[in-house]
């Protein structure tokens, strides 16, 4: 946190919050006995999505720099990334420059104690589907779709946006036909 510039006694005192804790859990029948919480953050702790996510930066700040990799942004910069929360796009002009971000994304998250998820990590290749290489995380090939869901949005390897239109129309439909049967009365859009 000091390569945030965060201050010492800030850094102190989310360290005294998580050295030598312990918990138990709250069941239908009473409270389990205390145990010693060794690693990660707590569960309901106001701090530990804020620590999650300076961890995460940090991982992806290290594991993205160097050499210019990346989308051609606007001529004079690259966009290496798209995150929120702990969701990651790599963006690569061609799937020969994706490997070594993903590998080096992969050994900086490691280092930290989190790890990439293959069975839920997806590759899609925009405006070519032949010729690319595998991308691997593991020793695993990643899947490789033509369309993809990200934060809501499906994007597809063509540009297409009609999908995405037609999600986006289907879950307004959705939310108006709950809120009618919620309402118990008809409406003009029921």
């Not at 918990?23 to 006995?33: Q, R, V, Y």
């Not at 590998?103 to 490691?110: P, R, Y």
């Amino acid at each position: 946190m000091h390569l945030y510039e965060i201050p010492r006694k800030f850094i102190a005192a989310f360290q005294s919050l998580y050295h030598h804790s312990n918990c138990c859990i709250k069941t239908g029948t009473g409270h389990t006995e205390f145990f010693a919480i060794k690693t990660g953050v707590r569960q309901g702790c106001i701090l530990s999505p804020f620590l999650f996510l300076v961890a995460l930066d940090f991982v992806t700040r290290k594991a993205l720099k160097g050499p210019s990799t990346g989308i051609d942004w606007d001529g004079q910069s690259h966009l290496i990334n798209l995150d929120f929360t702990d969701n990651i796009a790599l963006l690569a002009e061609d799937g020969y420059h994706l490997q070594e971000p993903t590998s080096n994304l992969l050994q900086e998250a490691a280092n930290v104690g989190l790890r990439i998820n293959a069975e839920k990590s997806k590759v899609m290749h925009v405006d070519t589907q032949v010729g690319v290489p595998k991308i691997r995380v593991n020793r695993q090939d990643l899947e490789e779709v033509e369309r993809f869901t990200y934060l809501g949005n499906v994007t597809g390897w063509d540009g297409d946006t009609e999908t995405d239109v037609k999600c986006w129309i289907g879950k307004a439909s959705q939310q108006s036909s709950n809120k009618c049967a919620t309402y118990g009365h008809p409406s003009p859009s029921c």
